[in-house]
């Protein structure tokens, strides 16, 4: 069985090879990155600002002055006993414009720089103090290949659970491998974001990533 995390006073992990096994080393996690209190309402600040940036805004709903149609007044204004018409593109009737309906929009949010950081330190410091890091070495595939990567998320007792592999810059082959794969994704240092990794189970580091988020949060 593999640990996942080791002294949790010393922010410890042990790095694993893709075959799940220890190499023996140790590496150590910046405190002030993976050992903090996280702050729930900067993760849901976070959160709901990536999901409000996935929108595209381009729904559109056609209003009474955009349906075409005659602007003929149907009936005289009183004296009918039925109610008061005006054309036939009343929203009212079947076809007519759409009362209050969507239009195109901007969703997008915006963060402070500082309340970024700080969600990011916070999401990181959660997925540590759960055991749910993982440290692997650095490592790559010769050509694209999904049975591959199977086997190493087999080999690191991942099979079947949402993991975000994080690589210090982006990987062409390991991008492809794990693009198929509903459970996994890969995504580059610099790309980490709350909501990916909120969202998976297990994050899977490579050393040279690990370094290059200390960096970035340093």
Do not use: W
């Not at 790095?15 to 080393?25: E, F, P």
């Not at 309906?101 to 540590?128: C, E, H, I, T």
């Amino acid at each position: 069985m593999i640990s996942h995390r080791s002294n949790a006073m010393q922010m410890k992990l042990k790095v694993h090879d893709i075959d799940g096994k220890s190499t023996g080393r140790e590496v150590e996690l910046p405190e002030g990155i993976f050992g903090t209190e996280p702050n729930e309402h900067v993760l849901y600040l976070a959160v709901k600002a990536y999901l409000a940036n996935q929108r595209q805004g381009t729904h559109k709903a056609k209003g009474r002055g955009e349906i075409a149609g005659s602007t003929r007044k149907l009936h005289k204004q009183k004296g009918t006993g039925g109610a008061r018409k005006g054309d036939i593109k009343n929203p009212l009737y079947h076809g007519g414009g759409r009362i209050f309906g969507p239009m195109p929009r901007d969703y997008s949010q915006k963060l402070n720089k500082k309340v970024r950081r700080l969600a990011r330190v916070s999401a990181l410091s959660a997925k540590a103090a759960g055991g749910n890091i993982l440290i692997v070495e650095d490592f790559t595939f010769d050509h694209p290949r999904t049975k591959s990567f199977l086997e190493v998320m087999q080999n690191l007792e991942l099979t079947g659970k949402k993991t975000l592999l994080v690589t210090p810059d982006h990987d062409r082959m390991l991008y492809l491998s794990g693009r198929n794969l509903p459970t996994a994704k890969v995504v580059r240092a610099q790309d980490l974001h709350v909501y990916d990794i909120l969202n998976a189970r297990s994050l899977v580091l490579s050393e040279s990533a690990l370094g290059k988020i200390a960096e970035s949060l340093a």
